[in-house]
């Protein structure tokens, strides 16, 4: 019986806000807070970098040489496992290990020397996922319909060790004109 009295106070507060708003007026209302909360990510903020002044650049500096770190100046565009920290390089397949036969390409700053050089990102497969030093980074990554620019594909369809993908290395094919 204590219910009835809470089923009719909502009903007269659900159909007083009915009353008083039109459908519109609502979408309306709903449309604008989606796009407000769309809007969140472009607030400023205030980097951690920055508020550690020239400790963090040279923190930062060490990272780009740094082959176990998603850092390293070569992964600018990877998306898996670091090999370097699988028991392998940032160039070389760990022991075990298939290169994949089809890559996609990246162009890295090296800070080291300011040039552009060509990337290219190999999986290496054979063995079960890594498991350690996930990096995803997407500079210049493309949709999957443009492949070669693409870090989402699993590019281990073409080797004789299996599908299965293990980590990723970015071996330097030259300089970018």
Sequence with gaps: MSGKWLDAWMERRARRLYRGTSRRH???RIAGL???????PLLPVSR????HGEAGDKG??????????CAYWRYCAIDGFLCSCC????SQCPP???PSPVTWIG?????EDGRHYVISYNDCCGKTSCGRCMCNRNEGDKPVYVPYQSNDINWCLGTKVGEVY?????????TAE
């Design 166 to 174: 293990h980590c990723s290395t970015a071996v330097v094919i030259g």
């Design 34 to 40: 989606l796009v407000g909360a769309g809007m969140l």
């Design 96 to 98: 075990g290990t298939e």
């Design 60 to 69: 930062e500096a060490a990272a780009t040489r740094d082959p176990n770190s």
């Design 107 to 111: 162009t890295c700053l090296n800070p």
């Design 48 to 51: 951690g970098a920055a508020a």
């Design 87 to 90: 028991g392998g390089s940032a």
């Design 26 to 28: 609502a979408l309306a």
